[in-house]
């Protein structure tokens, strides 16, 4: 393109204001500064734009009819920016998150209507997955993540320490008998969560809160939170899960919790996004809403 935005914009004020000092006290130049930027588009356009004398300045037809249109560009380019800037600033848009399943249906479910009423212009879109998605290839633009911290080119809210539990129906327990330990663990029949790196080893602390793994079997497999949880309380075996997870169906009685809340490590629930640089504002409230949130997660 001939000639440069900024020097289009000075050329406009020019016109606008009536004299090359007018437009540079408008746009903080020097009278200088504005004539150079005049004469670099007239080079470029390779037209006089403007008859210039001693009192005043003219448009020529050329610069006339070059002035009409460039205006429009102009203010055409200032309400994209404003409302780039308005879009940056309020929370709207299309937001896209992903949660883990369980997460997803049976708690952030719970919340997001008041979401939607606070901020009816985010189109929410939320997707239930229990793998770790890749936010920029997939066009994410956050994640609810339940795991182990780690290292991460993500920034990272943390929301809750959530104590890993394990439970079993009280059938079961009446059949099989409560494990002293949990290095008792391999004794039973546990229900095995294939979504983790090892599903047959599971975390535990001994007795002086140091981690001790425990090989495990069981009948049954699956990489879904519901079946593991509906499982546990058919009386199918022993569960390693969340305590957020399970919390109801402990306070209901399905389930009784073998061992305190410090026998397994703590994991992190966090929303996680890939810049904390120029935040967009509907990111930014999603992000705000959930910390407002965890009080009932904690």
């Not at 008859?51 to 429009?72: K, P, V």
């Not at 937001?95 to 997460?103: G, K, N, V």
């Not at 061992?259 to 640089?277: E, F, G, I, K, Q």
Request: hydrophobic fraction near 45%.
């Amino acid at each position: 393109m001939k000639g440069s935005i900024d020097d289009m914009v000075v050329f406009c004020r020019v016109v606008e204001a009536g004299s090359f000092t007018a437009a540079g006290d408008a746009l903080s130049l020097s009278k200088g500064a504005v004539s150079k930027a005049v004469s670099r588009l007239e080079s470029a356009l390779g037209i006089r734009l403007l008859h210039r004398t001693t009192r005043r300045q003219t448009l020529t037809e050329a610069g006339a009819a070059f002035h009409a249109r460039a205006a429009q560009a102009i203010e055409a380019l200032e309400e994209a920016a404003r409302d780039v800037s308005e879009h940056a600033d309020r929370p709207r848009g299309h937001l896209r998150i992903s949660a883990p399943t369980f997460f997803g249906a049976e708690i952030l479910s719970r919340h997001v209507g008041e979401f939607r009423r606070r901020f009816p212009e985010i189109m929410l879109e939320v997707v239930h997955s229990n793998r770790f998605v890749d936010l920029v290839a997939e066009r994410f633009d956050a994640a609810i993540r339940i795991s182990a911290p780690v290292d991460s080119t993500l920034v990272m809210r943390r929301l809750a320490e959530v104590p890993m539990v394990f439970c079993a129906a009280p059938a079961y327990l009446q059949r099989h008998g409560r494990p002293g330990s949990p290095a008792q663990l391999g004794d039973h029949e546990c229900i095995i969560y294939t979504g983790s790196a090892k599903p047959r080893e599971w975390t535990a602390l001994d007795a002086d809160g140091q981690p001790l793994t425990v090989a495990v079997n069981g009948g049954l497999h699956t990489n879904d939170d519901h079946t593991l949880r509906q499982a546990a309380i058919d009386g199918c075996g022993i569960v390693r899960m969340p305590r957020l997870f399970l919390r109801d169906a402990i306070a209901a009685g399905e389930l009784e919790q073998i061992w305190p809340d410090n026998a397994a490590p703590t994991v992190t629930l966090a929303v996680v996004y890939p810049s904390r640089r120029e935040l967009p504002g509907k990111v930014r409230a999603f992000v705000d809403f959930l910390v407002e949130c965890r009080g009932q997660w904690e």
